[in-house]
């Protein structure tokens, strides 16, 4: 299949806020969450509530960390969030509490369907229920659930849900083993 990106349209997507909104939330993103500057995780909290996301007590979130659009991004308690994690929350993200999402991970809400030419864009919501960790530079795409208490080891690529309570590695990530 050949696409002709020419045709691609993203005008049935629904961005979830005002431009202005968004121009703002781009701004205090580059400012604060981009800078390599230690600002507080309070800071940032506070600033991801006020445009729109719903942050439990005790968030820890490092410098680096992008959120696309925080009004669809959802975390309980404890949560922590590691340098240059990048969350694509063109849907929901939702990450239960006590959970531990390391360095340089990508939760990516969004693809595109290759089938087609115009190269449509697919969006699904990404839940990692409650003590789930999510290692470094791992990737979680498009629909994916990952169970209570599971760990996605480093460098893997979660494709498909994952059960609780288990181990998972690889490219595509598959179980290795109950925890």
């Known amino acids: 299949m050949i696409r002709d990106l020419s045709k691609y349209s993203s005008a049935g997507f629904d961005r979830g806020a005002s431009r202005m909104k968004e121009a703002l939330w781009w701004l205090t993103r580059a400012t604060i969450f981009l800078s390599p500057l230690p600002f507080p995780s309070a ?30 991004f959802h975390c309980g308690d404890h949560v922590w969030l590691g340098e240059d994690v990048l969350i694509l929350s063109l849907a929901e993200v939702t990450i239960g ?7 340089r991970a990508f939760l990516c809400t969004g693809s595109h369907d290759y089938r ?7 969006t699904k919501p990404i839940v990692l229920e409650k003590s789930v960790w999510i290692s470094a530079n791992a990737f979680v795409g498009p629909g994916v659930t ?18 609780s ?7 595509p990530a598959e179980k290795k083993r109950d925890l």
């Open 43 to 72: 800071l940032k909290t506070a600033l991801l509530r006020l445009f729109g996301a719903k942050i439990g007590d005790g968030v820890v979130i490092r410098p680096g960390v992008s959120i696309t659009f925080p009004w669809r």
């Open 116 to 122: 087609k030419e115009t190269f449509d864009l697919i």
């Open 97 to 103: 509490s006590h959970s531990c999402i390391s360095q």
């Open 165 to 171: 309570h288990v181990l998972a590695a690889g490219n």
């Open 146 to 163: 990952v169970g209570e208490g599971t760990v996605v080891a480093a460098l893997s690529s979660v494709v498909k849900d994952l059960p």
